[in-house]
Structures are given as structure tokens and as C-alpha cells.
């Protein structure tokens, strides 16, 4: 690792804590303690101003750097691009792209269009105005509602938050945006809290569910249905059996334009290059950023089939009849020749078959540690998107304390390996301790991480 000087480090710790607002972060305690300010990154590994290396298992704490970190490939993709033609309004097309549009379509059978923008908020955020313009122009504004599912996470703006079903996420900032209407989770470890009791195919009876919304709300005034292809901050949910077959005949049946939110699951952390591919269900939206160019730049996706894009050119004579929105660095170039790179190296590398052996490998070792830890009340994930739910009891399933669960991540931090878990997102259930290493992972990466929850859940659950 490259080396500051004491007193270099010292100052910038302190224009740290003087000036930066963190994300996600209680500043009070940075009163007294410094900051963490991570310096560098190569492979699976940081380190901090102290020097310290740490092996991350979150892919940069927000399930992002899909192909690990110091790929100079890629910054010199995007280097080479920005000294060339960095920027320019998106209103106007660029080499990159259009090559990388070509070739992500080309893996999303359906999907022949792609809007550029720069965080997944901001491409899902596309995706809704795209649903309300289309109810406006071909249901008389009657076909608007969007439907949302309890426990996913859709981004950070208002109209995102009010899709959103974390409520201590939401908590605080509205009043929200009308017409977001939410459908119950599909956890069926948590079947017994939504009053179904030992009921059978639960899969088919989770998707049932969102067809009692719609009817209760009326399926002509239901434009389209936004779900995440796995549930990742509330709780690592992978669909069960049945269900995504399910929500496909729903959607079908009442003409409601399916939107998946890939921000997490896209570009090859559950295996496939996307989540969805693994339920053949067929998108009208699918939304994109994290892992898009594996955090080496800011961009972000909204992939549409061709009858959505269709939508928008029937009434050429009409002022209104096109999708009448920008994003201003939409139009940077850095964004699609990152994502070129990006999907190079998971092509060259076989990272899709890695990240499944791998996520295999590692479910496995979960299932191992909850043999031994009592604590941990179910291991689920698809690929590299794996979660732990901790419990107070296994018998009952009372869900382990937000607390102790925290300190389980903390203990892995003093050990230098990173994980994260569900925190302030879900009122009494952020007790999923979460794992997605980058997709290069290798045996030790994944034996080093099971070996620190395996120190951590002892020593706090005693």
C-alpha cells in the first residue's frame, strides 16, 4: 500500500470529520473517534488510513465492485474515453454508448432499449415517470399505480421511498408521492407472521397476494408492479418456488407492465447476468447500476422491451408524445466504457461460473456454521448473494436483537473482514447478517469469512 506521512494522514483525517457528511452514518461518535477513510483496494482487499487490510465481503459495503478492486483495465478504459469525448448531452449518442446498449441487450432477451443515468434511484426513478406518462398518453391517466413490495428497497429519492418497504428507511421524510401501493413480502421463513399459517405452496400463495392488492385497488387503475428479482436490504429473500411463474400470469392477466429492480442482483452477483434470468419471467423493466461497471464509474440502466419504447413514438404529431426527461450525466461517456470493460473481464475470467461454484461453496459453509451456532435460524441466497438470519430463538424464530446483530459485524470489522447486515430498515427484523464478496472469490476468500462469523457468533451469542 502506498504510504502518507503521520501528519499528512492526520490531516486528512481531520478535514474528514470537519467537512464530509457521511452516508448512512450517526456523526456524533465522530466527535470523539476518527473516521474510517479507506485508502486503497486491490483484489478482495482495503486498507485503511492505519494501514490495516481488510478482506471485504460486501463488494465496497453496497454490493458494488463486482470484479474486486485496482482493475486497471478498466481505469484505463476510461481514461483513454474521457481524454477522447468525455461528455455530452445525452440527446445525442456516444461510441461507448452505443456499443455497451448493444451488448447488454444482447444478454436480456426482450429488452432492446437503454436509458443512461447515473444511480439506481435515479433508473428506477426513470422507470415510474415512463409508467405514468404511458398511463397519461394510453389509459386516460387512470392506469398509474405502481405496486411495491414489502421489504424491498428502490432508492433514495421520495417517489423511490414511496415504493420503498423498509419503513425505518422511510421514516421521517414524507409526506411521499400518491399512488405507490404496497403487496406483502415473500419470506417464507416468515410465512407465520403474515397469518397464512402452515399453508402449501407458499410461493403461489405469496404471488395470490399481490392479486388480492390489485383487485382491491382495481386492475384498471394498476399501471405496473416493481419488484426486486431477490429482496437484498430487507433480509436476502429468494423467491420461493412458484412464485415468479405466479407474478408473470398476474401481470399478463391484467395488463401490468412488470418492472424488476436488478440495482442489486444485476450484472452477475446472483450467477446470471441478471437476478430475473433465473425465473423466466419476462421484464417490461429492468432497472441497473451497482454492478454495472463494478463502481469504476457512475452509471446506471433503465432497459425497456420495445412495446414500452413503442409507447412513446405512436403520436409523432403530439408535442407531448416522447419521454420528455434528462440526466445530466447520462451523458458522460466514463459510465459505458467502465461497463464495457467491466463485462470484458466477467466474460474472460468466467466470473458467472466462479460466482456460482463459489456462492454454492459458501451457502454450504452457512449451512455448516448453523450446525454449530444455534443463533443463526436459516442461510438462503442464489450465487454470491447470500444472507444469514439471526434468531433468539430457533423454535420461536424471534429474530435476533438489531444490537447483537451489529455487534457481530463490528467483531468481523476487528478481525478485517468486512460484512454488512440489515440495519434500521425493517422494524423488528434487521437481523440478517449479508454477504456478496466480489465475484473473483476464491476458497480461502470464502473459508477467511466463515471463519470470522464463526469467531464473532460465539463470542457474542455466549
Given amino acids: 500500500m502506498d504510504t502518507l506521512t503521520p501528519n499528512d494522514m492526520s490531516a486528512i483525517v481531520e478535514a474528514d470529520r470537519a467537512h464530509v457528511w457521511h452516508h448512512l452514518l450517526p456523526h456524533k461518535p465522530l466527535e470523539t473517534n476518527d473516521p474510517r477513510i479507506i485508502v486503497e483496494g486491490k483484489g478482495m482487499r482495503v486498507w485503511d488510513q492505519r494501514g490495516k487490510e481488510h478482506l471485504d465481503a460486501v463488494s465496497g459495503g453496497v454490493w458494488t465492485v463486482n470484479v474486486g478492486y485496482g482493475r486497471t483495465e478498466i481505469a484505463d478504459a476510461v481514461r483513454d474515453q474521457l481524454v477522447k469525448m468525455n461528455y455530452f448531452a445525452q440527446s445525442a449518442g456516444s461510441i461507448p454508448g452505443a456499443r455497451f446498449a448493444e451488448r447488454l441487450t444482447e444478454k436480456m432477451p426482450g429488452l432492446t432499449r437503454l436509458y443512461y443515468a447515473n444511480s439506481g434511484s435515479e433508473a428506477n426513478e426513470k422507470a415510474f415517470k415512463m409508467v405514468r406518462q404511458i398511463s397519461h398518453r394510453h389509459h386516460g391517466g387512470r392506469k398509474s399505480k405502481i405496486l411495491y413490495r414489502d421489504r424491498d428497497y428502490h432508492g433514495t429519492t421520495i417517489a423511490c421511498l414511496s415504493a420503498g418497504g423498509q419503513q425505518e428507511r422511510n421514516a421521517q421524510y414524507g409526506p411521499y408521492t400518491p399512488g405507490f401501493v404496497e403487496v406483502p413480502h415473500c419470506l417464507e421463513y416468515r410465512k407465520a407472521d403474515q397469518g397464512w399459517g402452515d399453508v402449501e405452496d407458499y410461493g403461489r400463495r405469496a404471488a395470490d397476494a399481490i392479486e388480492e392488492v390489485i383487485l382491491r385497488e382495481g386492475p384498471d387503475t394498476v399501471g405496473a408492479l416493481c419488484l426486486e428479482p431477490i429482496t437484498a436490504g430487507g433480509g436476502v429473500i429468494v423467491p420461493p418456488e412458484g412464485y415468479w411463474a405466479r407474478v408473470q400470469e ?29 425465473y423466466g419471467v419476462k421484464p417490461d423493466f429492468v432497472t441497473m447500476a451497482k454492478g454495472v461497471a463494478s463502481g469504476y464509474a457512475a452509471i446506471s440502466c433503465c432497459a425497456t422491451s420495445e412495446r414500452v419504447f413503442e409507447m412513446f413514438k405512436d403520436a409523432p404529431d403530439d408535442p407531448m408524445h416522447y419521454f420528455r426527461d434528462i440526466s445530466t450525466f447520462g451523458g458522460c461517456t466514463a459510465g459505458p466504457a467502465a461497463a464495457l470493460a467491466n463485462m470484458d473481464i466477467i466474460e474472460r475470467e468466467d466470473l458467472l461460473a466462479n460466482c456460482t461454484a463459489m456462492g454454492d461453496y459458501m451457502l454450504d459453509g452457512l449451512h455448516a456454521l448453523a450446525d454449530r451456532h444455534r443463533v443463526i435460524g436459516q442461510a438462503r441466497g442464489k450465487g454470491l448473494f447470500l444472507g444469514a438470519e439471526l434468531v433468539a430463538d430457533r423454535d420461536t424464530r424471534e429474530p435476533a436483537a438489531e444490537k447483537k446483530v451489529q455487534a457481530v459485524v463490528a467483531d468481523c470489522m476487528e478481525q478485517g473482514v468486512i460484512i454488512g447486515a440489515t440495519n434500521r430498515s425493517v422494524p423488528g427484523h434487521n437481523n440478517t447478517l449479508c454477504f456478496s464478496p466480489a465475484l473473483i472469490a476464491k476458497k480461502d476468500d470464502i473459508d477467511a469469512i466463515l471463519s470470522a462469523v464463526d469467531g464473532a457468533l460465539g463470542r457474542v451469542f455466549t
Wanted: with cysteine; charged share 15%.
Fill in 250 to 278: 398476474i401481470c399478463e392477466t391484467y395488463d401490468i407492465l412488470l418492472h424488476i429492480d436488478e440495482v442489486v442482483c444485476g450484472v452477475g452477483r446472483t450467477g446470471t447476468w441478471f437476478g430475473y434470468q433465473h
